[in-house]
């Protein structure tokens, strides 16, 4: 990250959205779907009911073992359910052909599972050859692919999978996935096998590619992390794949309905929930500035007439320049505006609470200075502000449920 | 030296039959070989994902193998008479185990991983099989082949004493000749033409076998 922390990251991005996911309509419908995979042994999945909407990212996550792959391999019916429907996109698939249901829907594992013995093209063109596509428009299609992942068609579309990494063999098996334009993408640990910062790479591109074609996403991971960072929206699972919590990552980060939820999203919650709120969000106080040019004794009159311990210095152009504290005022040996620790970080006013949080921490005089676009000065963020927010976060996020208890209670009477 | 100068002479003097014994041989080989490759891929396919076939399939090929060759080819000759009949089913009968248990453990070897897209992507059973799981088996089934080839192509010199013709009938006049003139050398040459044909067929399914696995495996 840069010094001047100012537009979030591709991921961050995704990650403060004020749309709700659900507002779109449903693409998935699991009914009370089932797996029992030994007869009178407990069920994997035990009748869940979810619905997955267009266009969002949903998350499962959950304990090793919960559940998460089954639910998943239930949608494609790489596992047949034993009891419940699957509904995908108004339309019963229980019982259609599964083969054909499959290539209706992109899936994508951990351990990827490229054709070793076909070249890349070769990969990403499996569906639409089953489709019956022609060579010519299959050729374009995986060309155009290998743009999107951003891997150069010239240099990789003869290769076969063993001459790439781990990363451009995660990135083809995206490709691969998205070849056929499906509406719908299953995506089992996909970043699993890859190191953290390669990993880090492909969910910030992956997030970027969804911001384009906008897909309805299942996405299986165990890392709640991984999971705040991709999901429009999480369920937190338990043993047999029962939902603790189904929500935006902000509310649940602020929310927890039980000790499992807490648990599980482990310390350090309230932080991740910080990258959630912007700072255009905040009502920023006045702060006491000076310019470049104004007198010393002018200088020491606003500090001492203000409630804080920093003067903010601007310079010609109205930009950020130095702090001044009591000291550096008394400091007469050279002109004001050469004393005084330089201001390095500042934070764009559509960063998160957590850029802003940073630059505090980085800080020489503890507080984050809010810039625009154009680095020109807006206001300076201290942490009482985060504190208030933090609390605001987990009121709304309570009474969101409080709320929607009250319904449920008077809706079944 | 005199030994290999006479063998030299021999050959020189019988080459239009030397070949025509040697493509004999080389016939019933690959006859037997294209049957007993075809039938045991097949096999291999059909038992690989069953416990107790398998475990049976591969028993039997291997309890096959076992029979002493001349009781094996003999067994047949009741049934189907003298000739090159009862050769080749015995020369299939052998050639089997190889090829069966590297089709078994090529289509093991095949990653779930990739099985798994594949079928994810929704491709059926067959097109599993013929798009994924031979291709990538492919290098192992053709050293199966191999072996058998090298294997039946020595054992079909006993061809002759069922009937059967190649070049067999070289060691057999030279062993029943022994002391007459050129019986060691008939023995010599015999044995000379299969290692070459077993060299030659071998080093053919080698560059077969190169040139239709695919680069991405090699
Ligand atoms: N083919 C199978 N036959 C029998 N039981 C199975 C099978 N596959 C999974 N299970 C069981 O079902 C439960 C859920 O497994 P599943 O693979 O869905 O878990 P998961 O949440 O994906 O775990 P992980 O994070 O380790 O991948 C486990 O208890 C597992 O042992
Ligand atoms: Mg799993």
Redesign the pocket.
């Known amino acids: 990250m840069s010094e001047t922390t100012s537009t979030p990251q591709v991921g961050a991005a995704g990650m403060v959205s004020d749309r709700d996911p659900t507002d779109a309509p449903v693409m998935i419908h699991l009914d009370g779907v089932e ?1 029992v ?2 007869p009178g042994a407990a069920p ?2 035990e009748k869940l009911t979810l619905d997955v909407h267009k266009g969002e990212i949903l998350v499962l996550v ?12 239930l949608i494609n019916r790489m ?1 047949e359910p034993t009891a419940g429907r699957i509904i995908f996109d108004d339309e019963d698939v229980t019982d259609i052909d599964a083969n054909e249901l499959r290539r209706r829907i992109g899936y994508v594992i951990q351990r990827i599972g490229l054709f070793p013995h076909q070249t890349i093209a070769e990969n990403i063109g499996t569906v639409p050859r089953l489709l019956g596509w022609d060579a010519e428009r299959t050729r374009k299609r995986s060309d155009e692919l290998l743009d999107l992942v951003g891997l150069e068609p010239g240099i990789y579309r003869d290769r076969y999978p063993k001459e790439l990494s781990g990363g451009q063999a995660q990135r083809v098996g995206v490709a691969r996935a998205l070849a056929a334009d499906p509406p719908v993408m299953l995506m ?2 996909p970043f699993g096998a890859v190191d953290p910062i390669t990993r880090d790479r492909l969910q910030n591109e992956f997030l970027r590619l969804q911001a384009e074609v906008q897909k309805t996403i299942v996405f ?1 991971t ?1 890392d709640i992390d991984e999971a705040v960072k991709m999901g429009d929206r999480i369920a937190i ?1 338990r043993e047999r ?1 029962v939902v603790a919590q189904l929500d935006t990552p902000a509310r649940i980060l602020s929310y927890p309905v039980d000790d499992f939820v807490d648990d599980f999203i482990g310390s350090g919650s309230t932080l991740k929930g910080l990258h959630f709120e912007r700072v255009s969000g905040l009502a920023i106080p006045e702060y006491p500035v000076v310019r470049r040019d104004t007198p010393r004794e002018e200088a020491r009159r606003i500090l001492d007439m203000s409630d804080f311990r920093w003067l903010l210095m601007l310079d010609e152009r109205g930009r950020p320049a130095r702090w001044l504290n009591e000291t550096h005022l008394a400091d007469t040996s050279r002109p004001l505006h050469e004393v005084g620790p330089v201001v390095r970080a500042v934070v764009e006013r559509n960063a998160t609470l957590h850029d802003a949080l940073e630059a505090m921490i980085t800080s020489s005089a503890g507080q984050a200075v809010i810039v625009h676009r154009d680095g020109t000065y807006v206001g300076v963020v201290q942490i009482e502000l985060l504190t208030e927010v933090i609390g605001r976060m987990r009121r709304e996020a309570r009474k969101h449920y409080e709320d929607l208890e009250a319904t449920q209670t008077t809706d079944t009477p | 030296m005199d030994g290999v100068r006479s063998l030299i002479g021999f050959i020189a003097d019988n080459t239009s039959g030397i070949l025509e014994r040697t493509i004999e041989h080389a016939t019933i080989v690959l006859g037997v070989m294209l049957v007993a490759t075809v039938f045991s891929v097949v096999l291999g396919i059909a038992v690989q994902n069953r416990g107790l076939a398998k475990q049976v399939s591969l028993g039997t090929a291997g309890v096959l193998l076992t029979i002493p060759s001349l009781a094996l080819f003999a067994i047949f000759i009741p049934l189907v008479g003298i000739g090159n009949r009862p050769a080749q089913i015995a020369l299939f009968l052998y050639a089997i185990l190889p090829i069966l248990r590297n089709t078994v453990a090529g289509l093991d070897a095949v990653d779930p991983a990739i099985v798994e897209a594949a079928q994810g992507m929704g491709m059926g059973q067959f097109q599993q099989l013929v798009r994924v799981r031979i291709p990538l088996a492919w290098p192992v089934i053709i050293a199966g082949v191999r072996v058998s080839t090298q294997l039946i192509t020595g054992v079909a010199a006993i061809a002759v004493l069922v009937g059967g013709g190649g070049l067999g009938a070289y060691i057999q006049r030279g062993l029943t000749s022994l002391g007459n003139p050129f019986s060691i050398e008939r023995v010599w040459t015999g044995t000379l033409f299969i290692i070459l044909l077993a060299l030659v067929l071998d080093a053919v399914l080698g560059a077969i076998g190169r040139r239709t696995t695919s680069p991405g495996i090699r």
């Open positions: 797996k995979y030994t994997a999945v959950g304990p090793s073992g919960c559940g998460k792959s089954t639910t998943l391999r596992i089992d640990e299986v165990h699972l794949s």
